[in-house]
Nanobody
Framework: QVQLVESGGGLVHAGGSLRLSCAASGTNLSIYPMGWYRQAPGEQRELVAVMYSGGQTIFADSVKGRFTISRDNAKNMVYLQMNSLKPEDTAVYYC?????????WGQGTQVTVSS
């Protein structure tokens, strides 16, 4: 069973930075895409960034140039570096791993950006 645990959320002023971490356990996820989604109150969950096993990345247009995603396959970790944060980035951020079309999710970590 795959388990994902996020950490690193918090409260930050606009323009600040946060780094989210996701620790995976249960299986080696190095060959599977891993990424981050977010969900703001009253909104649908949306993709923030994903990294495939070959290093390819996809970012939401709203975070391009501000967020970066990285992973440490040896540690089964994925990270989201968030810079130049905006109030509209406020949401619960979820770590995701997709194994053979099955999605696994962490419990989420709250990110709040004050103006």
């Amino acid at each position: 069973q795959v388990q994902l645990v996020e950490s690193g959320g918090g409260l930050v002023h606009a323009g600040g930075s946060l780094r989210l971490s996701c620790a995976a356990s249960g299986t080696n996820l190095s060959i599977y895409p891993m990424g981050w989604y977010r969900q703001a109150p009253g909104e649908q969950r949306e993709l923030v960034a994903v990294m495939y096993s070959g290093g390819q990345t996809i970012f939401a247009d709203s975070v391009k140039g501000r967020f970066t995603i990285s992973r440490d396959n040896a540690k089964n970790m994925v990270y989201l570096q968030m810079n130049s944060l905006k109030p509209e980035d406020t949401a619960v951020y979820y770590c995701n791993a997709r194994l053979m079309l099955i999605d696994f999710w962490g419990q989420g970590t709250q990110v709040t950006v004050s103006s």
